[in-house]
């Protein structure tokens, strides 16, 4: 177990938007940061950054947290992983407790692949350097590549012994278990044998976002007819292939600050080029392109380049690619080799002002590129011609911004020198023709909808949770703040008259809160609010000083997780950039105390309501009989509601 002072140093350390910006894109909105939902998919940000709360807020899927939570919720880390890896991130020294016997069984399965992994990543690497074997062959291989051992290091390349199952009995030495090299496709199992899948392979790591080891990738070096060029991990609980890019660890920041990214082909494409000095560079590691891949990149850049080989199968690999990239509402630009070079062989032929050179000089927007198709092609062909320009407009159609979609019609026209009606028409049937199922859909629902209820009503709002909510919201923002505030009383005059006069009393907020809700008697509604109002209350009674990050430490996940939904809430408005359109949201902080009495005010009034309706439903049953008694709460329970009514300046019918 990890030590809490190593605990404590870590969340000292933390600076949230620093973490979070390593796998999303932030961009500063006011004091806050906001960017693209890394959990689910979309266009326009809904992802919120607090660095004065410390806290992150997903809206589009409603997750949110500290900096652990995020890591814990977008690299599935465990809590105790979350801690290393912030700790290494602020190089901190972690100290750790030994572990019972019933914690190490604890951990789950998933952790164990992970653990599995790295070992075997480690088990590689030193194979490579350390063995005649790995050294005579592997570090062969990759030096006459051109790798140097810098580099080899920074991807942690490795090799695989050449015999049935080094791998596999070395971890089982150690205390692997085989059940998870096998999950993770490392060991192949066949009746009372064990063989390694990689055996007399050079090897690459392919890690997620965060750095840690998801799969292999295994190139073989003999000329065996029978086996496969390349070598995958199978698909795993940890290793999506469709759902990873090869280099994205390594690449990611660069991405960001670039704002573009680089996508090749293979692994020894990424490394030459970051050996090369261009560093925004990943690789679909040999598959097709996958709309998930395109959303890893998103999160960090809106711009890809897409590099492929001079020849025909590179040109139909980058042609794949595009519509998949511009359906994800991202920019595209292609960018081919001189015949018989690709990615690899170019950057380490050239200099990173060479090679930067060339990129920007030869990447050319998707229309262009398709363009230079057609004099290779077409030539004087017009039956070419004609189906290039409709595969183009096809393409524009993936496109979902309107406005892009027009601007390219025109380029689109301009340089096929097709004119632009003729090319709207085509886009309109095409869109047509993609959205025929889509619209009938639609239109389905919506004659269902206006059959059901021709004028559907509004969502009632549930007034009380709004203000359980906001009681807590103020308690966790203000609960500890000395303030001034004003009560009407009901007071004696001079004719010995009841009469509500102003009175002024200093209290803390969390004071106020709780001596009024007392004096009624109230009790949540929600049990979870009722949960956590119960623990803030005996937080502010039993220590001087209230800090949300901590605080958010001690509690469960789920209670963690609703905190930052009620903290995150106003910060939702800064998305919609209400500013710029001449909106100003007040803040709360202008009058707190005003504030949180209206709160209570309201929520009392609420109560009261209720009770009242409660045993006028029950006159109304026959439940009880109307008495002096029963007539007698009633009219208590009104002269309560007017008080109430006039704390809130409200005008209230006496029934």
Same mark, same amino acid.
């Given at each position: 177990m990890i030590h809490q002072t190593t605990i404590d140093s870590v969340y000292e350390a933390i600076r949230l938007e620093e973490v979070i910006g390593d796998f999303v894109q932030l961009k500063k909105s006011g004091s806050n940061y906001k960017g693209l939902s890394p959990f689910s998919e979309e266009r326009t940000p809904s992802f919120m950054v607090s660095p004065v709360k410390q806290i992150w807020k997903d809206f589009s899927s409603g997750k949110g947290g500290n900096a652990v939570a995020f890591l814990m919720e977008h690299e599935h880390f465990t809590y105790p992983e979350a801690i290393k890896y912030l700790a290494k991130k602020y190089n901190i020294e972690v100290e750790e407790t030994e572990q019972t016997d019933e914690q190490k069984v604890q951990a789950d399965e998933r952790e164990s692949m992970y653990l599995v992994s790295e070992y075997a990543n480690t088990?590689?690497? &030193?194979?490579?350097?350390?063995?005649?074997?790995?050294?005579?062959?592997?570090?062969?291989?990759?030096?006459?590549?051109?790798?140097?051992?810098?580099?080899?290091?920074?991807?942690?390349?490795?090799?695989? +012994?050449?015999?049935?199952?080094?791998?596999?009995?070395?971890?089982?030495?150690?205390?692997?278990?085989?059940?998870?090299?096998?999950?993770?496709?490392?060991?192949?199992?066949?009746?009372?044998?064990?063989? /390694?899948?990689? #055996?007399?392979?050079?090897?690459?790591?392919?890690?997620?976002?965060?750095?840690?080891?998801?799969?292999?990738?295994?190139?073989?070096?003999? &000329?065996?007819?029978?086996?496969? #060029?390349?070598? !995958?991990? +199978?698909?795993?609980?940890?290793?999506?292939?469709?759902?990873? @890019?090869?280099?994205? %660890?390594?690449?990611? =920041?660069?991405?960001?600050?670039?704002?573009?990214? $680089?996508?090749?082909?293979? %692994?020894?494409?990424?490394?030459?080029?970051?050996?090369?000095?261009?560093?925004?560079?990943?690789?679909?590691?040999?598959?097709?392109?996958? +709309?998930?891949?395109?959303?890893?990149? &998103?999160?960090?850049?809106?711009?890809?380049?897409?590099? $492929?080989?001079?020849?025909?199968?590179?040109?139909?690999?980058?042609?794949?690619?595009?519509?998949?990239?511009?359906?994800?509402?991202?920019?595209?630009?292609v960018c081919s080799f001189p015949e018989g070079e690709d990615p690899d062989s170019f950057a380490k032929q050239n200099s990173l002002e060479e090679l930067t050179t060339y990129l920007? /000089? !030869?990447?050319?927007?998707?229309?262009?590129?398709?363009?230079?198709?057609?004099?290779?092609?077409?030539?004087?062909?017009p039956i070419k011609k004609a189906e290039l320009v409709r595969d183009m407009v096809h393409s524009i159609a993936k496109i979902p911004d309107v406005i892009k979609r027009e601007i %390219?019609?025109?380029?689109?026209?301009?340089?096929?020198?097709?004119?632009?009606?003729?090319?709207?028409?085509?886009?309109?049937?095409?869109?047509?023709?993609?959205?025929?199922? =889509?619209?009938?859909?639609?239109?389905? =629902?919506?004659?269902?909808?206006?059959?059901?209820?021709?004028? +559907?009503?509004?969502?009632?709002?549930?007034?009380?949770?709004?203000?359980?909510?906001?009681?807590?919201?103020? @308690?966790?923002?203000?609960?500890?703040?000395?303030e001034e505030f004003e009560d009407l009383v009901l007071k004696e005059d001079e004719d010995g008259e009841l009469a509500l006069e102003p009175e002024i009393f200093s209290a803390k907020v969390f004071e106020k809160i709780y001596l009024d809700l007392q004096e009624d008697e109230v009790e949540f509604a929600n049990d979870q609010f009722k949960e956590i109002y119960a623990i803030l209350i005996t937080k502010f009674q039993q220590e001087e000083s209230f800090k949300v990050d901590a605080f958010m430490q001690q509690v469960a996940p789920e209670i963690a997780s609703e905190i930052t939904t009620i903290l995150m809430n106003?910060?939702?408005?800064?998305?919609?950039?209400?500013?710029?359109?001449?909106?100003?949201? #007040?803040?709360?902080?202008?009058?707190?105390?005003?504030?949180?009495?209206?709160?209570?005010?309201?929520?009392?009034?609420?109560?009261?309501?209720?009770?009242?309706?409660?045993?006028?439903?029950?006159?109304?049953?026959?439940t009880i009989e109307i008495e002096e008694a029963v007539k007698s709460e009633i009219v208590d329970y009104n002269a309560l509601k007017r008080l109430l009514a006039s704390k809130l300046s409200r005008v209230v019918l006496s029934k």
């Open positions: 088990f590689f690497q &030193n194979i490579l350097h350390k063995t005649e074997q790995g050294k005579a062959i592997g570090l062969t291989y990759f030096k006459e590549r051109g790798f140097t051992t810098e580099t080899i290091t920074k991807f942690g390349l490795g090799y695989s +012994p050449d015999t049935w199952d080094a791998m596999t009995s070395e971890a089982i030495k150690k205390g692997y278990q085989l059940e998870f090299l096998e999950k993770t496709g490392l060991t192949i199992v066949k009746g009372e044998k064990q063989f /390694d899948r990689f #055996k007399g392979r050079v090897m690459f790591p392919i890690q997620s976002l965060s750095g840690r080891v998801l799969g292999f990738g295994g190139r073989i070096l003999t &000329n065996e007819k029978k086996a496969a #060029k390349y070598l !995958n991990s +199978p698909e795993s609980d940890i290793y999506h292939k469709s759902k990873v @890019l090869y280099g994205i %660890y390594h690449a990611k =920041q660069a991405i960001a600050k670039e704002d573009n990214c $680089f996508l090749v082909e293979g %692994y020894t494409d990424v490394i030459q080029f970051h050996q090369t000095g261009v560093t925004n560079v990943v690789s679909s590691s040999g598959t097709a392109l996958t +709309p998930d891949q395109i959303r890893l990149i &998103n999160r960090l850049t809106k711009n890809i380049t897409v590099l $492929f080989d001079g020849d025909a199968a590179g040109m139909r690999a980058a042609i794949r690619g595009i519509d998949l990239i511009l359906e994800q509402g991202m920019n595209v630009k920007n /000089d !030869n990447a050319q927007d998707f229309i262009r590129f398709k363009a230079s198709i057609l004099e290779k092609e077409s030539k004087n062909d %390219y019609v025109q380029e689109c026209a301009r340089i096929m020198e097709v004119s632009e009606e003729v090319l709207f028409n085509t886009l309109a049937q095409i869109l047509k023709t993609d959205q025929k199922d =889509q619209k009938t859909s639609q239109k389905t =629902q919506a004659l269902q909808v206006v059959k059901e209820e021709a004028t +559907p009503k509004a969502p009632k709002v549930d007034e009380k949770y709004e203000l359980e909510r906001k009681i807590i919201e103020i @308690l966790l923002l203000y609960g500890q703040e000395q106003e910060e939702r408005h800064s998305l919609h950039r209400w500013v710029d359109m001449e909106i100003h949201v #007040k803040k709360k902080t202008v009058s707190i105390a005003q504030y949180t009495s209206d709160v209570i005010l309201n929520l009392r009034r609420i109560l009261v309501a209720e009770k009242i309706q409660h045993i006028l439903s029950q006159i109304a049953s026959g």
